[in-house]
């Protein structure tokens, strides 16, 4: 399915803020909507259909991640799934201490901020010039008192991916509890859970294809969280509230399509975003990748333009390209990105930045399209 923009030529370069819902997952949502009108704890039939869907999307987003289906708790997105994890931990205990990273999205470190306000500590790890943590220096930060470790699967901005399964391996040897926000690896690149040995993992919706408003967070089973939310026993008491039961089959639906797709949408991510890339560098001198070279989502490329601001270059390309500059989060406010800043760029490096993260959607067509359009831009703004 094309996106549905006014402008037909727009190329949508901006996937790592949100994906164009899928055919099949629309098709799942609405079908739900019209036929899945009973509340999934009610006993009748309506009741029993719509507690069959819920059933259904359980499975298929538990097996996208080899989890089991009890292991799965349905969200509200990844906000509230990074949420439930951090805070559902620290306050199983009065106090204790935290170990994330400086580069961490805002629903991750906005919570820790909140607990360090509460009296929790906590070490922020940097990162290397690529934007990755090194598990011996979190081994040095190790404490009697640590509580939980949150660290994120792939960074939103730059694409970079952690070493997970050393953290995993380091945390499990402790016992510490391990949290993985990975909003912006399942559906992009293979995510399982028992190798990368996490106890809690954030899963979005949006962000493969699938209906915004809805997330899930993967518990391990026998990993105790304490509910931030109270009312009746949905979700086993930890997310109470009717099930947002059209957009978890719409997650579902996106799932299964992720895992069907998995090989397929790995190997031309990588070879669209290669095109691009280099489709850039060869007309651009001093052009410099923002991440790892190769431990990174193959769809994402943060890329800063010698001599020009990055938000100026996307100003110029509005009409033809939609991408961002840092994290879309951020957005409005004229700071550098504190992801490249933690990486070591400069300020002048970090405010070049442009962020195109592609999608299912995107064509190799657009993408020689692409290339022309921003070489053209730039050229304008340079002279
Ligand atoms: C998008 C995103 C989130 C938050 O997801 P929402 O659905 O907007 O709540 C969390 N972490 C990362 C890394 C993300 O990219």
């Known amino acids: 399915m094309k996106p549905q923009n006014k402008s037909r030529s727009l190329i ?3 996937n790592n803020a949100t994906t164009p819902v899928a055919a099949e997952s629309a098709a799942a949502v609405s079908r739900c909507l019209r036929l899945c009108y009973g509340n999934p704890s009610s006993s009748h039939a309506p009741g029993i259909n719509a507690r069959t869907s819920v059933d259904k999307g359980r499975r298929e987003i538990a097996d996208l991640i080899d989890a089991k289906p009890d292991e799965i708790i349905f969200t509200s997105g990844g906000t ?3 949420n439930m994890a951090i805070m559902g931990t620290a306050f199983r205990f009065k106090k204790g201490h935290i170990i994330t990273s400086c580069i961490e999205h805002p629903s991750v470190l906005k919570p820790v901020n909140y607990l360090e306000s509460l009296g ?3 070490s922020y790890l940097p990162v290397d010039n690529y934007g990755i943590i090194d598990p011996s220096v979190l081994e040095k930060h190790l404490r009697r008192d640590t509580v939980i470790i949150s660290i994120m699967h792939s960074n939103n901005e730059t694409g970079s991916i952690q070493p997970i399964a050393d953290v995993g391996k380091i945390a499990r040897e402790r016992s510490i509890v391990f949290h993985c926000d990975a ?3 399942v559906g992009k690149v293979p995510v399982n859970v028992k190798k990368l040995r996490v106890d809690l993992l954030t899963i979005v919706s949006h962000k493969f294809y699938g209906p915004k408003g809805v997330g899930a967070l993967f518990v391990k089973r026998g990993t105790a969280l304490k509910p931030l939310l109270f009312g009746a026993s949905h979700e086993k008491g930890l997310r109470p509230g009717t099930e947002n039961v059209a957009g978890i089959a719409g997650l579902g639906e996106a799932a299964a399509l992720a895992k069907s797709e998995m090989p397929q949408r790995v190997a031309v991510m990588k070879l669209l975003s290669k095109k691009l890339y280099e489709g850039i560098c060869s007309e651009i001198p001093g052009i410099r990748l923002n991440g790892h070279p190769s431990k990174r989502l193959p769809n994402t490329l943060n890329i800063s ?3 020009v601001e990055g938000s100026v270059l996307l100003e110029k390309l509005k009409n033809d390209i939609a991408a961002s500059t ?3 989060c951020h957005e409005g406010r ?3 990105s504190s992801v490249l800043k933690a990486m070591g760029r400069s300020d002048e490096d970090a405010f070049s930045a442009l962020r195109l993260s592609l999608g299912r959607n995107n064509s190799e067509r657009q993408i020689n399209r692409a ?12 002279h």
């Open 120 to 122: 929790y500590s906590v």
């Open 80 to 82: 509230e799934a990074n």
């Open 183 to 185: 909003a912006q690896s």
């Open 326 to 328: 840092g994290s879309a």
């Open 334 to 336: 004229q700071s550098p």
């Open 12 to 14: 949508y370069l901006d």
């Open 371 to 382: 290339v022309r359009l921003i070489v053209k831009a730039y050229r304008s703004l340079r």
């Open 305 to 307: 333009f010698p001599g």
